[in-house]
């Protein structure tokens, strides 16, 4: 709890914060031999200002014990509502007697404790120093930004399908990805490399690019130019798609239909809708194209999958 605390301090260095944060989804996963994971979301309806920031703690081996390293990060959820069928958990929760076309902001606390003995596997046949072992001999907290490498993959993290097995080799993979940007960052400390594009090390600049994204979610049924997103965020078209993809790790136009295929895929799955309902409600004025669109990104038909 104390470990929360601290981060969340950092992320929101506000007065009382606690009392106006209510947990809203958790998750705990431990992959055996290699790593434990933790999920924590927090919901609030007054304004807070949240800053992306991330912790590195540090053990360096000793008596013949592996070196320990932890990554803590606190980063602002992204869900948003799902209406007319509103099949986000959290927006229902939140707006029982009122109308949820407004999203519920949140905060993401992800951590990833790597075990021991996983490290010293890494380090097996390596005759170079240990990892962060140039940097400190003694045990250390280092507080950095996350890069927009890290935040991406922090995305990918907290909103995917698998289960079981794959699950656990998902998120060793992820892991590993979030270890190895964590340690470019802390070991070169490049404001270039932090963000991905040289104009993002501007916060105005930045924030264009996340407002981008939440007109793209706020209106999944109703597809927008990158001309006129350009236009409506007051941005370069061409710095916009590159800075995009920087922050998040993909294109406009593929992240766009990612979200809208997953929003039909809930419509689909869990409300039970017709496949010509839910092409309507995306968009699509061709049910044969919403097919099309939906099986590339999950393999399955829309009708395939009302038959699971």
């Known amino acids: 709890m104390k470990e ?9 260095p506000q007065p009382a914060m606690g009392d106006q944060l ?6 705990n996963v431990a992959v055996p031999d290699c790593l434990d994971y ?4 927090f919901v609030y309806e007054r304004p807070l200002p949240v800053e992306d920031v991330a912790m590195v703690v540090y053990q360096p081996a000793k008596r013949g014990k592996s070196a320990a390293i932890e990554l803590r990060y606190c980063v602002a959820g992204n869900k948003y509502c799902q209406k007319p069928n509103c099949t986000d958990q959290v927006c229902i929760e939140g707006h029982k007697h009122a109308d949820c076309n407004t999203k519920l902001p949140s905060v993401d606390l992800i951590t990833v404790r790597f075990q021991p003995a996983f490290i010293q596997s890494l380090q097996k046949g390596n005759t170079s120093f240990s990892l962060f072992e140039l940097q400190s001999k003694k045990p250390f907290v280092k507080t ?5 490498k890290s935040k991406a993959v922090l995305e990918q993290m907290v909103h995917h399908n698998y289960e079981g097995i794959l699950k656990n080799i ?6 590993l990805e979030l270890l190895l940007f964590s340690s470019d960052q802390f070991i070169q400390n490049d404001t270039e490399e932090r963000y991905g594009c040289r104009f993002l090390t501007h916060l105005e600049d930045r924030e264009k690019i996340e407002k981008a994204r939440s007109i793209l979610l706020e209106q999944l049924d109703a597809p927008i130019t990158i001309r006129d997103l350009a236009r409506r965020v007051a941005m370069n078209e061409c710095y916009l798609k590159k800075g995009f993809k920087a922050v998040y790790g993909t294109t406009i136009y ?8 997953e929003k039909a895929k809930g419509l689909l799955y869990e409300r039970g809708l017709s496949v010509s309902e839910v ?6 004025s061709c049910i044969s194209h919403f097919s099309t669109a939906f099986k590339k990104h999950t393999g399955l038909k829309p009708c395939e999958l009302l038959l699971r």
């Open 170 to 175: 998902f998120l060793q993979s992820k892991a």
């Open 38 to 41: 933790s999920l924590q979301r």
């Open 254 to 261: 593929d992240y766009f239909q990612k979200e809208r295929m």
């Open 279 to 284: 092409a309507i409600m995306m968009g699509y």
């Open 144 to 148: 950095i930004q996350p890069c927009t």
């Open 22 to 27: 209510q947990l809203a989804e958790a998750d």
């Open 4 to 12: 929360i605390q601290e981060i969340l301090t950092l992320a929101i």
